[in-house]
């Protein structure tokens, strides 16, 4: 098995945007679906968005429109672009990784690994 490690969280106004990077070990970019998972304080961790195998996105409602998922396969860096940033949308993320290449763990809210997470905190 590998490693996830996130970087790119921080401050940010309402507003504003913050793009997230997951250095992944190549194990997980091969055949592994990868997510993005927030968890604010006192909320149960949520999945906000997954990328198949197939290259297929899919978002939780609340982000729709405004975070984007996608991933670099020569440098195995995972991203999530963050724009039009609220207050809701604080929390630490988490950068995911599935055996079920098409997710199936993840959007059930059970991906096989967890990197450490990075807190992505937005002030009105």
């Known amino acids: 098995q590998g490693q996830l490690a996130e970087s790119g969280g921080g401050s940010v106004q309402t507003g504003g945007s913050l793009r997230l990077s997951c250095a992944a070990s190549?194990?997980?970019?091969?055949?592994?679906?990868m997510a993005w998972f927030r968890q604010a304080p006192g909320k149960e961790r949520e999945g906000v968005a997954f990328l198949d195998i197939d290259g297929k996105t899919s978002y939780a409602e609340p982000v729709k429109g405004r975070f984007t998922i996608s991933k670099d396969n020569t440098r195995d860096i995972l991203y999530l672009q963050m724009n039009s940033l609220k207050p809701d949308d604080t929390a630490k993320y988490y950068c995911?990784?599935?055996?079920?290449?098409?997710?199936?763990?993840?959007?059930?809210?059970?991906?096989?690994?967890y990197g450490q997470g990075t807190q992505v905190t937005v002030s009105s």
């Open positions: 995911a990784a599935d055996q079920n290449g098409y997710c199936y763990g993840a959007l059930s809210g059970a991906p096989e690994v």
């Open positions: 190549r194990y997980y970019f091969s055949g592994y679906c």
